[in-house]
């Protein structure tokens, strides 16, 4: 198998073109092109459609995708691997994280976990929600911390609990001192919008609907991170949690109740915690690193916890 045929399937299936996937690997379309036309004639299978500049994945593709990522990511790996074999240090204990959590739960676990493992070090790589998923479908990584539900399959989460859902505004507006804001409140000020590929927006867009009500957003962003940034601007509104407020901007932001009450859940993945031949240092590392992101989620009083936890469960 040629492997930059693989990696520029890979390429093209996370960006959406054969453009964007060339300009990734430094290549010529039309190297790219022959490239993956070389993938398509070895394994007899045609991974896309042409249709005019586009190229629309089969259901091969698609099927083909997690397994192409997994090799990648295996290939890419062995330097790190060889360099781990001739070291004495431990191997780091690889943590992926959707990017709005980072600086307000994984960051802080991380700080926590070095306390209490200090010889343990720590990978932390970061990814929008939507390209978590596909990160972990190739199940390299040893803790995974998200919003759920996750848009792909995934083991069974180990629940931290949810998280109310409040309006966040500068603590100088006049709002900022009422208790419990609803959408006769903010009518006139100006909405900031998370875009409808995320968790939040799509809960709160139900829930408006629920009860008729529409917000009309007046900006619109893809990051929680520039949400906040905006709202401690004074640019107007959005919803926020207490895990996802970056700390460094909770002094001047206000995070209000609002009603129609509504909560995100957060969990963390342990997906080669239960596989034979797991290390069993690594093992406890990565439930130590799940006891630090607990520790962080009940010290910042985000809200209620559920029974659903799959390490909770009495055999």
Same mark, same amino acid.
């Not at 093209?12 to 790219?32: I, K, P, W, Y």
């Not at 998923?133 to 911390?145: A, L, Q, S, T």
């Not at 509104?237 to 957060?266: G, N, R």
């Given at each position: 198998?040629?492997?930059? @045929?693989?990696?520029?399937?890979?390429? &093209?299936? /996370?960006?959406?073109?054969? +453009?964007?996937?060339?300009?990734?690997?430094?290549? @010529?379309?039309?190297?790219?092109?022959?490239?993956?036309?070389?993938? /398509?004639?070895?394994?007899?299978?045609?991974?896309?459609?042409?249709?005019?500049?586009?190229?629309?994945?089969?259901?091969?593709?698609?099927?083909?995708?997690?397994?192409?990522?997994?090799?990648?990511?295996?290939?890419?790996?062995?330097?790190?691997? #060889?360099?781990?074999?001739?070291?004495? =240090?431990?191997?780091?204990?690889?943590?992926?994280?959707?990017?709005?959590? #980072?600086?307000?739960?994984?960051?802080?676990?991380?700080?926590?976990? +070095?306390?209490?493992?200090?010889?343990?070090? #720590?990978?932390?790589?970061?990814?929008?929600?939507?390209?978590?998923?596909?990160?972990?479908?190739?199940?390299?990584?040893?803790?995974?911390?998200?919003?759920?539900?996750?848009? &792909?399959?995934?083991?069974?989460?180990?629940?931290?609990?949810?998280?109310?859902?409040?309006?966040?505004?500068?603590?100088?507006?006049?709002?900022? =001192?009422? @208790?419990?804001?609803?959408?006769?409140?903010? =009518?006139?000020?100006?909405?900031?919008? !998370?875009?409808? =590929?995320?968790?939040?927006?799509?809960?709160?867009?139900?829930?408006?609907?629920?009860?008729?009500?529409?917000?009309?957003?007046?900006?619109?962003?893809?990051?929680?991170?520039?949400?906040?940034?905006? #709202?401690? @601007?004074? !640019?107007?509104?959005?919803?926020?949690?207490?895990?996802?407020?970056?700390? /460094?901007?909770?002094?001047?932001?206000?995070?209000?109740?609002?009603?129609?009450?509504?909560?995100?859940?957060?969990?963390?993945?342990?997906?080669?915690?239960?596989?034979?031949?797991?290390?069993?240092?690594?093992?406890?590392?990565?439930?130590?690193?799940?006891?630090? !992101?607990?520790?962080?989620?009940?010290?910042?009083?985000?809200?209620?916890?559920?029974?659903?936890?799959?390490?909770?469960?009495?055999?």
């Amino acid at each position: 198998m040629n492997l930059r @045929s693989l990696k520029v399937f890979v390429f &093209v299936m /996370e960006e959406g073109t054969l +453009a964007r996937a060339a300009d990734r690997m430094n290549l @010529s379309q039309s190297a790219a092109s022959r490239l993956l036309h070389l993938l /398509e004639d070895e394994f007899a299978v045609e991974l896309f459609r042409r249709d005019r500049k586009r190229l629309i994945p089969t259901v091969a593709a698609e099927r083909f995708y997690p397994e192409a990522l997994r090799i990648m990511s295996q290939v890419e790996a062995l330097p790190d691997f #060889v360099k781990q074999i001739q070291s004495d =240090t431990p191997e780091p204990l690889r943590v992926i994280a959707q990017t709005r959590i #980072v600086n307000g739960l994984v960051l802080p676990a991380i700080a926590h976990f +070095a306390k209490q493992m200090p010889d343990q070090p #720590v990978k932390l790589e970061i990814h929008l929600r939507r390209d978590l998923g596909r990160r972990m479908m190739n199940d390299r990584y040893d803790v995974g911390v998200s919003a759920l539900p996750m848009p &792909v399959v995934q083991p069974a989460p180990h629940i931290l609990g949810a998280a109310s859902l409040k309006v966040a505004i500068a603590k100088d507006h006049p709002l900022a =001192t009422l @208790s419990k804001l609803g959408p006769k409140d903010v =009518t006139g000020i100006p909405y900031i919008a !998370l875009d409808e =590929t995320t968790v939040i927006r799509r809960i709160v867009d139900r829930e408006m609907a629920a009860y008729g009500v529409k917000l009309k957003a007046a900006h619109e962003v893809s990051l929680g991170t520039a949400a906040y940034r905006m #709202v401690h @601007s004074g !640019l107007g509104f959005t919803f926020a949690d207490a895990v996802a407020l970056d700390p /460094e901007l909770s002094d001047d932001i206000a995070l209000i109740d609002w009603h129609p009450h509504m909560a995100i859940e957060f969990g963390y993945f342990l997906p080669n915690a239960e596989k034979p031949g797991k290390i069993e240092d690594k093992t406890m590392a990565a439930h130590a690193f799940g006891d630090a !992101l607990r520790h962080v989620f009940d010290h910042r009083g985000t809200g209620r916890h559920t029974n659903t936890d799959p390490g909770d469960k009495k055999h």
